[in-house]
């Protein structure tokens, strides 16, 4: 069960690299219609005009960016969100052991800007963004949300002043996706001479392959999401019929992205033993350059952070992986224990 993944830096030019004379030919030249239509369809999904979209190198990049433009002030942070955002945290809020935001005390948590994903790219936990929004505005605050995992799948919330993508959440190209609503005081948090902050900061040919890119993942995931949601509930019914497996979320998390925990194991160890079985699974922190470094989204839901594994599973993915899965998770889990 193979993530999305990106399939070339921002910035860089099509085509192979050309010698001085000859060579290979340079890519055509790309007309406006083709960035405005792409970057429309995106507008679309997120219900935001185009021109609230801005466009950066990397997904990593635009959550930096998106909160670190709102004004300075304090900053509260969902304890479970990227390294990148826990790093401009005043303030870390708690979660509940399934991953959700647990009710905001606007007295005792005295910021005026707040950052909550949407879902968590770990776990598959949905937060309620809309509800929260209402609240903070309510206090003169504004929310940055990171929306990456439930674009193309759920219907995206409202309320939110800022919002950071990475579109290889949906299997779209090393992306930075930024939407900066126009009545929040957001300015470029780079230094510059320059307060302008241009909205197109990355290979256009990038936008245009993000966009269908995101229309086919949602067309998969509107096919599909009934049948991935019927393995999710079988796998936790499996892993709660097994010894010593503790599952993250809970079974009302977006279906596709499932994380367990299993004691006695290493998780390094399940990773190869998967491999063997022809899945590709991950584990430690999902949003760590070193992917098997302790989970912090784990650890803050009080969860193993050891022996777990992370399935990212592809809408499409045929039910006879999914089955198979299904019926080697005992032995695999079985055998690193063993071993």
């Known amino acids: 069960m193979n993530g999305p993944s990106g399939r070339r830096l921002a910035g860089a030019v099509a085509g192979s690299p050309g010698g001085f004379a000859g060579g290979s030919q340079p890519p055509e030249p790309l007309r406006l219609e083709e960035v405005a239509e792409a970057s429309a369809l995106i507008a679309t999904h997120l219900g935001i005009p185009a021109d609230q979209l801005y466009f950066v190198g990397d997904g990593r990049l635009a959550h930096t960016l998106a909160f670190a433009g709102l004004p300075a002030s304090p900053r509260a942070v969902s304890s479970i969100e990227r390294a990148e955002i826990l790093a401009q945290a005043t303030l870390t809020l708690p979660v509940s052991p399934s991953g959700h935001l647990l009710p905001l005390d606007l007295t005792r948590d005295p910021a005026s800007n707040f950052s909550v994903g949407w879902v968590n790219g770990e776990i598959g936990t949905i937060q309620e963004i809309s509800a929260l929004a209402e609240e903070i505005h309510e206090g003169g605050g504004y929310l940055h949300s990171d929306l990456s995992f439930g674009l193309g799948s759920l219907p995206v919330p409202t309320g939110w002043d800022v919002a950071s993508i990475d579109a290889r959440a949906f299997g779209g190209p090393t992306l930075g996706i930024m939407a900066i609503k126009s009545r929040t005081r957001w300015s470029n948090p780079l230094p510059t001479l320059s307060p302008q902050f241009d909205h197109i900061q990355a290979d256009e040919r990038l936008i245009i392959e993000a966009a269908s890119a995101l229309a086919g993942y949602t067309e998969k995931a509107k096919e599909n999401s009934a049948r991935i949601e019927h393995f999710n509930t079988t796998l936790r019914s499996r892993c709660a019929q097994l010894a010593h497996i503790d599952v993250a979320g809970d079974s ?68 006879t992986s999914l089955n198979h899965f299904l019926e080697v998770l005992p032995q695999v889990i079985e055998g690193v224990r063993q071993s």
């Open 252 to 319: 009302t998390g977006i279906p596709h992205i499932i994380t367990f925990s299993v004691l006695y194991a290493q998780g390094e160890e399940l990773v190869r033993a998967f491999a063997v079985e022809g899945f590709h699974v991950a584990s430690g922190s999902a949003c760590m350059s070193a992917n098997l470094e302790p989970s912090h989204v784990l650890s803050a839901t009080g969860k193993l952070t050891h022996g777990n594994v992370r399935l990212t599973i592809p809408y499409d993915e045929p039910d």
